[in-house]
């Protein structure tokens, strides 16, 4: 699933039936946006790749190399990448 359709899923269930559940979809919005790092960490599949893409984010060289060179698995590294 593409991420322009996952904004489009996200839309239709925000203007749904979960709109008036402010705690639910403060949980999903932090969910969601992990699941889209995850996703984006998954297709920056080389080190080089995702060292030279932290940078262009405006990481400092030395955060960009340790997160880049991570062993971690890509949900738990979804969760720490901008800390």
Known sequence: M????????????????????????????????SRIRMVTWKRWKK?????????SLGADEERAWMRANTRKGYWRTAYSLFC
């Open 2 to 33: 593409g991420i322009e359709a996952r904004k489009t899923r996200l839309n239709q269930i925000i203007r749904g039936k979960l709109a008036d559940r402010k705690k639910l979809m403060q949980t999903t919005d932090e969910w969601l946006r």
């Open 47 to 55: 080190v080089k790749t995702r060292f030279l893409n932290l940078r």
